[in-house]
């Protein structure tokens, strides 16, 4: 009995009905994204979904507003939109978390979340009172020890967004990571589609946005590593736009022609060998595993040629997630993988999608079974063998020349 008088039953029932009904609010850099599923069969229905232009977020660009001036233009937006319910589920980009890997002795949960509490403080340079600190058990326990995901936000960040809902008319229940909201939104998809289930319990997802790549690998149905990569990621065209403007107001006014895209078709090669990197350091841990697939999603995740990067570097068959399969309307958030964080914040109180297995369209790209094996000294050295050059014929002299 709570002291207002009900059952701990009831507040259960009353607490998954509540999840049922959460408002995903994912907050990017140049808007906000309101969406709210209801289950049904092979995709997720959509009841309500509103993008409203802006952002309160602080970090390596000045917030356009302030939270209260967002919070009064988000709840103009959903007045005429019809969201069930008041509770939001907030997402932030990855670039306002911190992250990193702990690998501790067993122990129980309490015990846990007061050992990450001094390890991220330590890790992370912060304090317990200046940010909210996270965790999530990677994998099974081995060897008495356990890989732990750390993670951390600045309370400022969480307290920017919180204030916008609220003054929207919303009440925050709880604040993601939009790469792990993106994930659960992919392996739902994944077993929903796939048609040997296994394919959708080993594989590797990469989370792209503007300045932060996550790399996620999932390994018997769970995540088990996490590594996050800064660079240039956003759209080339966008990019090369955003650096001649900012250079267009400066004081000097130099003026720059956007660049063409095959001009950083770098990135993503530096992308993928950093990736390789990362799978050949899980590999090492993890007994030889190798991810089945590739993933590519997020917010910057439109050039096809990422995948294909990606996938001719690391070996994997890799393609661009769009969650075409996970909703049916609207257009927006079928066809762009902006909304994938959005999604995967709005369907965690629902069930998993009905199964509906599709076949592939082309043949997928052979898959690791056993680690790697150590290399010949030919191959340590570089040297190529070459067959030995055939020997002149012999002459035969019979005193003179022949005829």
């Avoid at 996490?226 to 090369?240: E, H, N, Q, S, Y």
């Avoid at 595993?289 to 068959?317: F, K, Y």
């Avoid at 049916?328 to 629902?350: F, K, S």
Wanted: with cysteine.
């Amino acid at each position: 009995m709570n002291p207002n008088g009900s059952t701990n039953t009831e507040r259960r029932r009353g607490w998954f009905s509540r999840r049922q009904a959460e408002v995903a609010a994912d907050f990017g850099r140049g808007s906000l994204r309101l969406l709210q599923f209801e289950h049904a069969g092979a995709a997720y229905a959509c009841t309500a979904a509103a993008e409203v232009p802006g952002c309160v977020l602080e970090g390596g660009t000045a917030p356009t507003t302030t939270p209260e001036e967002f919070g009064d233009r988000v709840r103009a937006a959903v007045t005429q939109v019809g969201f069930a319910g008041a509770h939001a589920a907030i997402t932030l980009p990855a670039e306002c978390f911190q992250a990193d890997i702990a690998r501790l002795p067993a122990m129980t949960d309490a015990e846990l979340a007061e050992s990450i509490r001094f390890e991220a403080t330590d890790r992370f340079g912060i304090t317990a009172e200046s940010a909210s600190i996270g965790h999530l058990r990677l994998g099974s326990t081995t060897g008495g020890s356990n890989e732990v995901l750390m993670l951390a936000v600045h309370n400022d960040t969480v307290r920017r967004a919180a204030m916008a809902m609220v003054r929207a008319g919303f009440r925050p229940a709880r604040v993601e990571h939009a790469a792990l909201a993106a994930l659960r939104a992919v392996s739902r998809q994944r077993s929903s589609e796939c048609t040997d289930p296994a394919d959708a319990r080993e594989f590797a997802m990469i989370h792209l946005e503007d300045r932060v790549a996550t790399l996620a690998a999932v390994r018997e149905g769970s995540l088990s590593f996490l590594r996050t990569v800064r660079g240039d990621w956003a759209p080339a065209g966008m990019t090369a736009a955003r650096r001649a403007t900012a250079i267009r107001l400066s004081s000097d006014a130099i003026e720059l022609e956007p660049a063409a895209p095959e001009s950083t078709a770098w990135r993503w090669c530096a992308l993928a060998e950093e990736v390789l990197r990362c799978l050949r350091h899980f590999e090492r841990t993890s007994g030889g595993w190798w991810p089945r697939a590739i993933a590519v999603t997020g917010p910057a995740a439109n050039d096809p040629q990422s995948a294909a990067t990606l996938e001719s570097v690391c070996g994997a068959r890799t393609s661009l997630c769009v969650p075409i399969r996970a909703i049916e309307r609207p257009a927006p958030c079928i066809h762009g993988n902006t909304w994938i964080a959005a999604i995967g914040a709005a369907c965690t109180g629902l069930g998993q999608l009905d199964r509906a297995p599709r076949a592939d369209a082309e043949p997928a790209a052979p898959v690791r079974t056993a680690p790697r094996t150590s290399m010949t000294r030919a191959q340590a050295t570089g040297t190529i063998a070459l067959a030995p050059e055939p020997k002149p014929a012999a002459l035969t002299a019979t005193g003179g020349a022949a005829a």
